[in-house]
């Protein structure tokens, strides 16, 4: 394939603008885009996850949107293989094509390829759920801050699949997760451009919380409810669902979890903003609305 077919990678905190932005991207290219947002791949989660309304996916083509169950097995090394499949069939007819989302993993996994880490040991796995179970999340986030303060600044910390699993790296190689995920670039038969999406802080977290309550005018609080008996899901390992799982359990008011949505949607997207600062590849882009 020649290099002249380019992926341009549209990145960002949640709430930037980065769905509109591509869209008019593909628009201009007259092409499709790709979804590198590892939730809105499933069909159940449309209003916590801001998935692209009918509209905007008739506007463009979109892959990786809805296309898995919550049931579904799903992990970042098969949506590389997938992804790069549907990459390469685009760019038969196409010169570019668009990828767009804020989860940084997927993104590193699209451009650069993901390493096959090392199952951990059966005993050494039920050590740290254990562990988990008994001291809480918290313990799970002081051991990786402390022995991989790089992964920790990036991380999902409220994670614990996650957490866990980077501790199960670590303990079993002696290494940092942070510095082990990438250790072989695989090239790519195309060039890639990576941008970044960005605001000022203020109004970004103001675009947060009216995307959160909009939700809520869309009916978060059923979707959430309707997939309550699923919780246990990684998948629903969600803001915007497991604040209204303690809301239906009992331990905070529905006031209280809207509140925490808004609080943990604007952590995250520091977060995110975090990811895309250690990656010198991307050019950054303030959209910061007059």
């Known amino acids: 394939m020649s290099k ?86 685009l760019f038969e007819a196409k010169d ?76 079993s190689t002696g290494k940092s997760y942070s510095s082990q995920r990438i250790q072989k670039l695989r090239p790519r038969n195309f060039e890639i451009e990576k941008i970044v999406l960005n605001m000022d802080r203020g109004i970004l977290y103001h675009r947060i919380n009216l995307r959160v309550d909009e939700m809520i005018h869309q009916g978060l609080e059923k979707e959430a409810m309707e997939l309550y008996p699923y919780r246990d899901l990684n998948a629903l390992n969600t803001v915007g669902y497991k604040e209204f799982f303690e809301f239906f359990d009992g331990k905070i008011t529905r006031e209280q979890a809207i509140i925490d949505i808004k609080t943990h949607s604007r952590r995250y997207s520091k977060r995110q903003v975090t990811w895309f600062k250690r990656d010198d590849s991307f050019r950054w882009i303030n959209v910061t609305e007059s």
């Open 96 to 171: 570019v094509v668009i990828a767009v989302g804020g989860s940084g993993l997927y993104i590193d996994a699209l451009c650069n390829g993901i390493d096959e880490l090392p199952d951990a040991d059966p005993i050494l796995r039920k050590s740290i759920i254990d562990n988990f179970k008994q001291f809480g999340i918290k313990h799970l986030q002081d051991e990786v801050q402390k022995l991989d303060p790089e992964y920790f600044a990036m991380a999902d910390i409220q994670n614990p699949k996650r957490l866990q699993r980077a501790l199960e790296v670590i303990y």
């Open 4 to 89: 002249t077919k380019k992926l341009i990678v549209i990145a960002g905190p949640t709430a930037v603008g980065k769905t509109t932005y591509a869209i008019k991207l593909a628009q201009q290219y007259d092409t499709e885009i790709i979804s590198t947002d590892s939730r809105q791949f499933y069909r159940e989660m449309k209003i916590g996850t801001a998935s692209p309304t009918e509209s905007e996916l008739s506007a463009a083509p979109h892959h990786f949107i809805g296309n898995l169950s919550i049931h579904d097995y799903y992990n970042v090394s098969l949506y590389e293989q997938q992804a790069i499949t549907v990459i390469e069939k």
